[in-house]
């Protein structure tokens, strides 16, 4: 460790001694007595702890808590009190006090709440890194971006923003091209104009032509009144037709004249309807294999694919994953009522193994999930779901159907429930190994030796 505490306190027996047990700790320690002369030393020196007591001649601990609010704000400080003056060290965390310890001191104790404010320091400086680098990174809408493929990608949507060429999203499910579309449509100058979105997976056929073209009253039985269709309701700005490869023959012809044409006849009309309207089509599915089996139109394909754009799936822009989970952590952080603040490393590592078949949707979900299991103030490996712990190949969403040797691919799930249970009880017992032997009913050596070999750092939870 190379952390630096400045002990404030004018009990000169008490500053040689801590001063002795932090150094014995493997921190780089300096003491004063007096809370003025440590104001300079703050200032000077970047200390990652302010161990001070609370009741000293002149200025006390209260007034250099205030002093350090203002001029180093990211220093966590402990208080030191007597048993006498508690309701002044409940002042002091009101204040903004990391903790507080009482005289005479616990040694355990007090190397146990340095630990923490630390481990919570170096964690607040960790998030503010990550948000600093979200800041840093390229965005396009509400996408947030750090990979290269998605930089293109950003390139070529900003290009075609402004044009009315038909821009057709491809990407697995889950990939964030509604997002893309809505970034071109506000991107453009028909951001004033309304974005209209039409899942045609989500629409049987009978309905799917009253819905893009709307219906006239008496088109059908129960076509009580006029009604508009997307098309019309999008006059001066952009639909876009999510999922356009689930769109049946006979309509994809329909599409394709309005498309051509630029007009557009309500069910059971006969007048024609001139649109003004800018069309940004997307789908998982491969156009081009559908038109070689009769399924899709080829002419509607070129007429939509004016400018192809592939989004990437997040296996392949794993360089982004921190920065999402960041992202989502912070947007759902209400599910947990605020109080879920990091991701533990060890989580991280989990997700960035896991192959994400659902792409950044699923990741949110997950995020979501997280907050929802999480007990402390952080996301811990053990609650992120078991399949994302045994990451089944990239295409495969089946894990027992990996291509790993039986025993081999059994090992791996042992092994992600074994990393499971002890990071969660180590959570739970802040660390404290014999704790956590005695759930297991198994000695310490037998945790110790676990703890080595799935390499979980226990420093972390203490």
């Known amino acids: 460790m190379n952390e630096h505490i400045l002990i404030v306190d004018d009990d000169k027996a008490f500053r040689i001694a801590t001063t002795a047990l932090l150094e014995d700790e493997g921190y780089a320690v300096r003491s004063c007595g007096d809370a003025r002369d440590a104001m300079p030393l703050l200032l000077d020196a970047r200390y990652d702890l302010l161990l001070s007591d609370l009741v000293m001649?002149?200025?006390?601990?209260?007034?250099?808590?205030?002093?350090?609010?203002?001029?180093?704000?990211?220093?966590p400080a402990i208080m030191i009190t007597g048993f006498g003056s508690i309701n002044t060290a409940v002042e002091a965390m009101r204040l903004g006090a990391f903790d507080y310890i009482t005289k005479p001191c616990d040694n355990a104790e007090l190397r146990v709440k340095i630990r923490r404010a630390l481990d919570a320091r170096s964690r607040d400086r960790e998030l503010e890194r990550l948000r600093e680098t979200v800041r840093d990174t390229s965005a396009f809408g509400n996408i947030v971006t750090q990979n290269e493929a998605m930089h293109k990608v950003?390139?070529?949507?900003?290009?075609?923003?402004?044009?009315?060429?038909?821009?057709?999203?491809?990407?697995?499910?889950?990939?964030?091209?509604?997002?893309?579309?809505?970034?071109?449509?506000?991107?453009?100058?028909?951001?004033?104009?309304?974005?209209?979105?039409?899942?045609?997976?989500?629409l049987p056929e009978t309905l799917l032509e009253s819905e893009l073209f709307g219906h006239e009253r008496n088109a059908f039985t129960g076509a009580l009144r006029q009604r508009i269709g997307k098309f019309e309701e999008a006059q001066g700005g952009t639909v876009f037709l999510d999922e356009i490869g689930d769109v049946p023959l006979q309509m994809q012809t329909k599409l394709l004249r309005v498309l051509q044409e630029r007009e557009i006849q309500r069910l059971g009309g006969n007048d024609s309807i001139p649109i003004d309207v800018r069309v940004i089509a997307a789908t998982h599915r491969d156009l081009t294999a559908m038109i070689a089996a009769g399924e899709f139109r080829a002419d509607l394909f070129y007429r939509l694919n004016e400018v192809p754009v592939q989004l990437p799936p997040l296996r392949e822009r794993r360089d982004d994953l921190p920065l999402l989970a960041d992202t989502f952590l912070r947007k759902h952080a209400s599910i947990a009522g605020g109080t879920v603040a990091h991701i533990h490393p060890e989580a991280l590592q989990v997700m960035m193994r896991y192959d994400w078949p659902g792409n950044v949707r699923e990741l949110e979900n997950l995020m979501k999930r997280a907050l929802v299991t999480a007990t402390g103030d952080s996301i811990l490996a053990v609650d992120i779901p078991v399949q994302t712990h045994t990451s089944p190949p990239a295409g495969n969403t089946?894990?027992?159907?990996?291509?790993?040797?039986?025993?081999?691919?059994?090992?791996?799930?042992?092994?992600?429930?074994?990393?499971?249970?002890?990071?969660?009880?180590?959570?739970?017992?802040?660390?404290?190994?014999?704790?956590?032997?005695?759930?297991?009913?198994?000695?310490?050596?037998?945790?110790?030796?676990?703890?080595?070999?799935?390499?979980?750092?226990?420093?972390?939870?203490?």
């Open 57 to 75: 001649e002149g200025m006390n601990g209260i007034e250099l808590l205030q002093w350090l609010s203002v001029h180093a704000p990211d220093t």
């Open 154 to 202: 950003f390139s070529l949507l900003r290009r075609v923003a402004d044009t009315d060429l038909t821009v057709l999203l491809l990407g697995e499910t889950g990939t964030g091209k509604e997002l893309a579309a809505r970034a071109v449509h506000y991107s453009s100058a028909r951001r004033n104009g309304p974005f209209i979105v039409v899942n045609c997976a989500a």
């Open 398 to 462: 089946n894990p027992a159907a990996s291509d790993l040797p039986f025993k081999e691919y059994m090992r791996s799930v042992v092994q992600a429930a074994e990393t499971a249970f002890i990071t969660q009880a180590l959570e739970d017992h802040r660390g404290n190994i014999s704790a956590v032997a005695e759930r297991m009913d198994v000695d310490r050596k037998t945790v110790y030796r676990k703890i080595e070999e799935l390499g979980i750092d226990a420093s972390r939870y203490r």
